[in-house]
């Protein structure tokens, strides 16, 4: 039993030490420990181990970074994914289309996961969204993935404000998200960072469940909302049923509910 239990303490603590990568691409042995909570002579000695199995490798520079395995292993891990499976080319062809960004996330936890990411030449990153997490209250494609959450005070807990225009408030994020249902997409204007929008409608499996969502992103003034609302919509609406399709959900396309009264609705 204790080696059972050393054995998973050691696997705990070697995933602590790749988890420390997400908050930076390279680290010296004394950032990795720090970050992971560990000593510096533990945090050596796992870095050396996990090298030995190209899960990270060291630069010239004395600094580690994750390795090309963890790289196969995403892939392998991503492809097999059956939202991606059904989203990928659709959303794809989407970012080229438009010039806009396209994504696809699913939730976990109060987080949206993000699939797959593709850039249209109007909407360029210096880095892949793939494999990132954005929080579901600040996020087009969060609003989307909370349409079905019963419980979602519960678990989202204090709503972060990240700019100016976060929601912030749990009535407010009610409405927005009421809004969803009625319309069958959600809006986010500058809500997670300053200068960007997006625009997302829910994917739904063969039951009919929300299990991802389609975004389109991009600067706020390329998304151009209040200009392109209706015609952005209609294009993240019909790709959405498309991918739909593919994940076998062949029912009504149409979930929203009726339009709840104007003055319930916010801007």
């Known amino acids: 039993m204790g080696v059972e239990t050393g054995t998973n303490q050691s696997v705990e603590r070697a995933a602590a030490v790749l988890h420390a990568f997400t908050e930076s ?16 002579s533990t945090a050596s000695r796992l870095l050396s181990t996990l090298e030995q199995v190209a899960f990270v490798e060291r630069g010239s520079d004395g600094q580690y970074r994750l390795g090309a395995d963890l790289i196969t292993l995403a892939g392998v891990a991503v492809n097999g994914h059956p939202v991606h499976q059904a989203a990928r080319q659709r959303a794809q ?78 009535d407010a994020l009610d409405e927005a998200i009421l809004r969803v249902a009625w319309q069958g997409y959600s809006t986010e204007t500058e809500e997670l960072s300053l200068g960007r929008s997006c625009l997302a409608a829910p994917l739904r499996d063969r039951t009919g469940r929300v299990v991802a969502a389609l975004s389109l992103s991009g600067p706020s003034s390329v998304v151009d909302l209040p200009a392109r609302e209706q015609e952005l919509s209609r294009l993240v609406v019909e790709t959405a049923d498309a991918i739909n399709s593919q994940l076998g959900h062949h029912g009504p396309a149409d979930h929203r509910i009726q339009a709840p009264p104007r003055h319930d609705l916010r801007s």
């Open 93 to 170: 062809s989407l970012a080229a289309a438009t010039g806009l960004g396209a994504n696809v996330a699913i939730r976990e936890g109060k987080q949206a996961f993000y699939l797959c990411n593709f850039e249209g030449h109007l909407a360029p990153r210096s880095f892949v969204l793939t494999g990132r997490r954005n929080p579901l209250h600040a996020t087009a494609l969060g609003k989307s993935l909370l349409l079905e959450v019963a419980e979602r005070r519960t678990l989202l807990g204090d709503l972060a404000g990240y700019t100016p225009r976060t929601i912030t408030d749990h």
């Open 25 to 40: 691409g390279a680290l010296r042995v004394s950032e990795v420990a720090r970050i992971a909570g560990l000593r510096q």
